[in-house]
């Protein structure tokens, strides 16, 4: 018996570990010469799901996202705006479909969103708070 419950003890320490790490902070990053210092929660919104194309100031952004079932991009939608990743992946198949709008481009991992985002004045990406590098510049951060 007692060795069943040090299992299960090891075992509820393993499961709150994997879905602590789901509940990282998350930074939405732009490059650093972004002529914005902060977006709200509705900008990001607006932009990932395709109701602008532009910033606040006008100028045209290029919308990174991760791929479509991963854990980041989940958070993600959860802390932006409520959205499940199901009704975010029902939507964007919608919106295609219609042919209004494409969904974002995606990057294979948070590495890859910020290469893009450094490469690139007009990005926009999002990366767990821990992985954000000092080459991108914060503009929201998501708790």
């Known amino acids: 018996m007692k060795m069943l419950t040090h299992h299960l003890l090891a075992l509820g320490a393993v499961l ?3 879905s602590s790490a789901g509940a990282a902070d998350l930074s939405v990053v732009a490059h650093p010469q972004n002529s914005r210092d902060a977006l709200d929660k509705s900008q ?3 932009l990932y799901l395709g109701r602008t194309h532009l910033f606040p100031d006008g100028s045209h ?3 990174i ?3 479509r079932d991963s854990d980041i991009r989940k958070d993600f939608f959860e802390k932006v705006n409520g ?7 029902a939507y964007w198949a919608r919106m295609t479909f219609t042919g209004r709008v494409l969904p974002p481009e995606t990057a294979a991992d948070s590495q890859a969103v910020q290469t893009i985002v450094v490469d690139t004045p007009q990005a926009i990406g999002y990366v767990p708070d821990a992985q954000r590098q000092p080459a991108v510049k914060e503009i929201l951060h998501l708790q």
């Open 65 to 67: 996202d991760h791929p």
């Open 83 to 89: 959205m499940s990743l199901n009704q975010v992946n």
């Open 44 to 46: 990001v919104s607006d």
């Open 61 to 63: 952004a290029r919308v």
């Open 16 to 18: 709150a570990s994997v």
